[in-house]
């Protein structure tokens, strides 16, 4: 992925089983090599807590250093962005390679609402970011 250059995205949907079935459409893809690097997350609100439902990092890639370290989306962020999710809604947060943006749109079908964010590696709070992006306007 270039050190410079990322995409991210962020899909809401009213179950987690729908975030999870996208999440695993997504791998598909990368399986069969249609979609590049990636990192990505479910999460959700679990008995009114933040939660990572699953987490996937294909492969283990250095998105934003200054922000996630190594290459997932770090654990905080994920749950900060949780608490902005309804009771009952779960989120995939998606960041990898520009080439990935038409496979991810094609991929995720079930997503009541979808967002898209291009920025840099300076980016700051990009899972909250993105979870705003996508808040009905």
Same mark, same amino acid.
């Given at each position: ?12 949907? #009213?179950?987690?089983? &729908? &975030? ?18 990636? #990192?990505?997350?479910?999460? #959700? ?23 996630? +370290? ?10 900060? =962005? =949780? ?12 960041? +990898? ?9 094609? =991929? ?9 964010? #291009? ?14 992006? &996508?808040?009905?306007?």
């Amino acid at each position: 992925m270039s050190d410079d250059n990322s995409v991210g995205f962020v899909a809401v949907y #009213d179950s987690v089983e &729908a &975030a999870v079935a996208d999440l695993e459409a997504l791998d598909g893809l990368r399986q069969d090599q249609l979609v590049g690097k990636y #990192d990505a997350a479910v999460i #959700d609100q679990e008995n009114g807590k933040p939660h990572i439902v699953k987490r996937v990092d294909h492969p283990r890639i250095n998105v934003l250093p200054e922000v996630i +370290g190594k290459g997932a989306l770090p654990s905080g962020q994920l749950k900060d =962005a =949780a608490k902005g999710l309804a009771p009952g809604e779960a989120a995939l947060v998606f960041v +990898g390679e520009p080439t990935v943006e038409k496979a991810f749109e094609n =991929a995720v079908k079930s997503a009541n609402t979808l967002a898209k964010q #291009d920025f840099d590696s300076a980016a700051d709070d990009l899972a909250d970011a993105l979870l705003k992006a &996508a808040q009905p306007s």
